[in-house]
């Protein structure tokens, strides 16, 4: 994970066509965080939830929530690609 980048505003950071950006973990799940909890604004987690309310599709919508629920859980990890959320599992050992 990037920390440079997690903390930039997202129009500060210039990407090319069909990049993505770098895979993160709710804050809750960084122990780089503890004790300023409070203080760290989740970027992810608000567009994630901003991109629900926008999302017209009931479906895509229901599918956003448990994506939602599961990043906040630290279950996966989530990236965006050209405006939409991509995800993969994180496996806790």
Do not use: C
Not at 13 to 24: C, N, V
Not at 56 to 71: G, N
Not at 72 to 88: C, H, L, R
């Amino acid at each position: 994970m990037n920390i440079a980048m997690a903390t930039k505003m997202p129009k500060k950071t210039k990407m090319k066509p069909g990049e993505s950006t770098d895979f993160q973990l709710h804050k809750s799940q960084l122990t780089i965080f503890s004790g300023i909890l409070r203080k760290v604004f989740d970027y992810t987690e608000y567009k994630l939830r901003k991109h629900i309310n926008v999302v017209k599709d009931e479906q895509q919508k229901l599918t956003l929530r448990e994506l939602l629920r599961d990043y906040i859980a630290g279950n996966v990890a989530v990236a965006w690609k050209k405006g939409q959320p991509i995800w993969i599992k994180v496996s806790k050992d």
